[in-house]
């Protein structure tokens, strides 16, 4: 199946650690608001705050993992999470400071950026080059189980056993039980350590970062069809929660148990693909399942409902294959490490910013355009930014060197640090992997 067996402890310490994080997602907006918080708007520009600095937290785990390599990088996730939370529980939640609770919250949110894309670099760099998408496909199957899934599922059976506040302290737990058996597991894997040459600083890693996106233009292109993979479903999260409630008549709970099948196909087809894409190409499963897929999915999750009236389970239906081909982007994680070999954190920063940035992007093509072009037009321009990436897909092209390590078996870090790749800035190299 492809799970890189000295990983292998990563991966279910990465599992442990984010059910841990995710447990406070489906009830700390309304708890912060009467707790402390004032209002639902103070409690939403917490979470505001939060996600900036997950999007921050994010890029810098890319770029200081070149640097100062993954193990460290997931070590100062681990303890940044775990000390933010001490605080935020013993003192700023007692203390109902809602000044507190908008430092010590938004802050911890760089920390499980930190731990998360610190073990996708070393993944990356240690997983056999030619099973990268299943490898990729197991991290996102142990990250989105635990947040929001398995996270929520435990927060369900835990508040009314321990309440609302204990339920932060099990979170703690399990948070640092997943740290443990990720880095205690991983302690003689290789690909933890420094991935740079020797004379690149931590100022010059965090500059080239950001340049690495306009010096190798198929990397900036990357992020772009990062942006476009969720940019959508963050966009359809602000007006389709009215269309399915309100208008269709589902109610909040039956839009609510949309988002969840939605949630749930996303999880299992992740690692389908990954497997699926070291068969058939991550190019093509990119282009066809991932992008050509998701515009035909969106599509159809707006309009069959609208013309199948009072049959939920074309909603289900419709969500559940936005899911699915929502996880056929796994493989531009792998496409970004391949172009871009000697720099796989850089890469991944940029990945990840295009990632953070389509939490903006989505809701923002909705404010512009929803009044003039109405529900159906956001729709379909959603639809034609799939396309777009489609077509762009086919200039994500990997180096020869990489190509080569890729066809021989090797791991990109071994092959770095033998001199056996490379990362060109002109548009040769193999089109397909």
């Given amino acids: 199946m492809g799970l890189p067996k000295p990983l292998i402890w990563g991966f279910v310490g990465l599992l442990l650690f984010m059910i841990g994080d995710g447990v406070e997602s489906g009830y700390i907006a309304p708890y912060l608001a009467d ?8 409690a939403a520009v917490i979470i505001s705050v939060y996600g900036l600095m997950v999007t921050l937290g994010s890029w810098l785990s890319g770029a200081l993992s070149d640097v100062w390599g993954p193990r460290r990088v997931m070590i100062i996730g681990l303890v940044l999470w775990a000390a933010l939370q001490v605080l935020f529980l013993a003192v700023a939640l007692p203390s109902e400071s809602y000044p507190l609770m908008l430092v010590i919250y938004g802050l911890r949110g760089i920390a499980y950026p930190f731990f ?17 998408g299943s490898a990729v496909g ?3 199957f142990a990250f989105t189980g635990g947040l929001p899934t398995l996270g929520s599922l435990v927060a369900s059976g835990s508040i009314p056993l321990l309440g609302a506040y204990n339920t932060f302290w099990l979170s703690l737990g399990l948070v640092i039980l997943g740290g443990i058996f990720a880095l205690v597991g991983l302690r003689k894997a290789q690909g ?6 020797p004379g690149v600083s931590t100022g010059h890693s965090l500059v080239n970062s950001i340049a690495i996106a306009f010096t190798n233009p198929r990397v900036g292109l990357g992020c772009l069809v990062r942006i476009v993979n969720t940019a959508p479903q963050f966009g359809l999260f602000v007006f389709f929660p009215a269309i399915f409630a309100d208008d269709l008549g589902f109610g909040t709970s039956g839009w609510l148990q949309l988002v969840f099948i939605l949630g749930a196909s996303n999880i299992f087809a992740n690692l389908f693909f990954g497997v699926l894409s070291d068969r058939m190409g991550w190019h093509r499963t990119l282009r066809w399942f991932g992008c050509i ?3 035909v999915a969106v599509l159809a999750f707006y309009f069959l409902p609208q013309y199948v009236t009072d049959q939920y389970w074309v909603a289900a239906l419709c ?14 994680s792998v496409l970004m490490s391949l172009m871009a070999p000697n720099q796989k954190g850089n890469s991944i920063a940029v990945l990840n910013l295009g990632a953070g940035a389509a939490t903006f ?8 355009f929803l009044a003039p072009l109405g529900a159906g037009g956001v729709t379909i321009i959603f639809a034609a930014l799939y396309v777009l990436a489609g077509i762009s897909v086919r200039w994500l092209r990997v180096p020869e060197s990489a190509q080569r390590v890729v066809e021989q078996g ?4 071994g092959a770095v640090e033998e001199g056996i790749v490379e990362t060109p800035n002109n548009g040769k190299g193999a089109a397909t992997a």
Avoid: C, K, M
């Fill in 192 to 197: 933890g350590g420094r991935l740079a040459a």
């Fill in 410 to 413: 090797g791991t990109l870090q």
């Fill in 138 to 140: 197991w991290f996102y």
């Fill in 293 to 295: 897929g998701s515009a």
């Fill in 35 to 42: 707790n402390g918080a004032g209002s639902e708007t103070n």
């Fill in 361 to 368: 992007v989505g809701p923002a093509i909705v404010a512009i």
């Fill in 319 to 332: 969500a559940a294959l936005f899911g699915i081909t929502l996880a056929g982007f796994t493989p531009i």
């Fill in 116 to 132: 998360a894309y610190g073990f996708l670099v070393w993944i990356l760099g240690a997983s056999p080059a030619h099973r990268l």
